[in-house]
């Protein structure tokens, strides 16, 4: 299981490269959180967040960086 998020993980990454935008990264943010990376998570979140059109997603994330 580890391994294919791992796998989603890498494929972010290289859309991220591609084109940042906040929907990549709060899944990125989402899949190392399940990974256990919280700094990481963390960091993807608030960039997500700094970089805005979240607006259906802005409260999930707002409540993951709390469990943070």
């Not at 935008?21 to 700094?39: C, F, I, M, Q, Y």
């Amino acid at each position: 299981m580890l391994q294919r998020f791992n796998e989603d993980l890498k494929i972010y990454d290289q859309a991220i490269f591609l084109k940042k935008n906040s929907n990549r990264l709060k899944r990125k943010a989402d899949t190392l959180l399940v990974l256990g990376r919280k700094n990481e998570a963390k960091q993807d979140y608030f960039e997500a967040l700094r970089i805005g059109n979240l607006s259906s997603d802005q409260e999930q994330i707002l409540y993951q960086l709390a469990r943070l």
